[in-house]
């Protein structure tokens, strides 16, 4: 097992930045698992003011640190997602690790984790072992279909998850491939998800002394899901589904995205008759 600090990058902060006080002071964070969902809740948190302690693989370390550009050996979508955390190294196959993640697991306020549901029982590192040592933790878990039902063993994979959702049919043009943003938006809006599920658990748990931590269970399907604003009611009460509308919003004009006469193309958001004549 190794246990070094790799990364504590608070370069980026101006001095007034790093002196004022932030909402989330305080609290600590410790981030397990790799990849997009958990380390970008990780981020948010770190953004307001949590010291989030995150735990790497000894081997390589978190895999987006070699992702897309890469300069001076490091990627550049790193300096972002790594902002602000400390990093170790913890093999958490071994029994040392995860010893060593109890003991930082005791100090914390905030656990995150993304693995496959039930690899965190396996190592007995899971909500209930937890709490046994710190009943006020917020556990905070993150996968593709939630910790149980139908689908829960299924690994989750956001780019999957979106169609499961329902939103890639929505996105693109009629009669063709539906089409993904190209941005790994099913991981990014289950770790807002997260962010926003933990800080209403910070939230409860201040209000008395007796509250005790909680389990935050996100799913990036739901998450996806949760996006679809009036798809779901429109089908229920009147059985229209929605279709994909390519650059326009279905039912309301005029929105679109205009080619210009040199070239260049402009967004027009009408979305009423007082913005429209106004």
Known sequence: MEDNTLNDDKSDQSPAENTQPKPLDGIRVLELGQLLAGPFTGTQLAYFGAEVIKVEPPKGGDPIRGWREVKDGTSLWWHSIA???????????????????????VQCDVLIENFRPGKMESWQLGPEDI??????????????????GPNSSKPGF???????SGFRYLNGFEGEAPVRANISMGDTMAGMQAFIGILLALFHRGKAKENQGQVVDIALYESMFNLLEAVVPEYDGAGVVRQP??????????????????????????????????
Do not use: H, W
């Open 83 to 105: 902002r602000n955390k400390k990093c170790i190294t913890l093999d958490l196959k071994s029994a040392k690790g995860r010893e060593m993640v109890r003991q930082l697991a």
């Open 245 to 278: 509308s390519g650059t326009t919003v279905t039912g309301i004009v005029p929105t679109n995205t205009y080619q210009c006469a040199d070239g260049k193309y402009i967004i027009i958001g009408g979305n009423g008759d007082s913005i429209f004549n106004g």
């Open 158 to 164: 956001a780019s999957v998850t979106e169609g499961f």
């Open 131 to 148: 709490k046994k040592i710190n009943p006020g933790i917020i556990y905070t878990r993150i996968s593709g279909y939630g910790q149980t």
